[in-house]
């Protein structure tokens, strides 16, 4: 019996040692590496061909707006013009009139603006797409367990806070995975 005591506490410390050795070696097997998808979505041609078609398309609906516009304004130049001239029911109808073609231009840029983000987010879902499958090519290639993302993205905060050297930093490895010339 009072052998028992001493075995069962150095049974427990020898596992609790190899508890400890297992996640030492687990922690040594961990390599993590990061990327920053903002500079290698800005080096794919993809992304410039996507801002151009954008722009186009926001040229567009520019100018679209602009003949609204231009119709509102000679409408109004009329009714400045030739107002006091009109009697109270001819008025009130151009008013009516006014603030209708107002409302309208309002509506066509709200839906411009509407129009252009899900453009966007259409043209960016397959680069977005082709660009993870660029980094974990290269995290499964390089033996990476994690990736993370240098940039927040979309105003929010980076995952990765501090690193002390770059040897981590995959982003010319995914720009060369995805044949674009790597940073400088």
Known sequence: MKHVFPCSILIAFLIILKAQAQVADKAAAMKIGYTSSDVVLGRLPESKAMQSQ????????????????????????????????????????????????????????????????IKQDQLMQP????????????????????IFNMDGGQGTTPFILFTAT??????NLVLKKLGVAPKP
Do not use: C, P, W
């Not at 679209?64 to 509102?72: L, Q």
């Open 54 to 117: 954008l722009e186009t398309t926001r040229v567009q609906l520019e100018k679209a707006i602009d003949v609204s516009i231009k119709e509102f304004q000679g409408k109004v130049d009329i009714y400045q013009k030739t107002g006091a001239q009109m009697t109270e029911i001819i008025r009130a109808d151009k008013e009516k009139e006014l603030e209708n073609l107002q409302t309208r231009i309002q509506d066509m840029r709200a839906k411009a603006q509407e129009s252009l983000l």
């Open 166 to 171: 770059n040897e981590h930093d995959v982003t």
């Open 127 to 146: 680069i977005i797409l082709k660009v993870n499958t660029a980094i974990q090519e290269v995290g499964k290639e390089n033996g990476y367990t994690y």
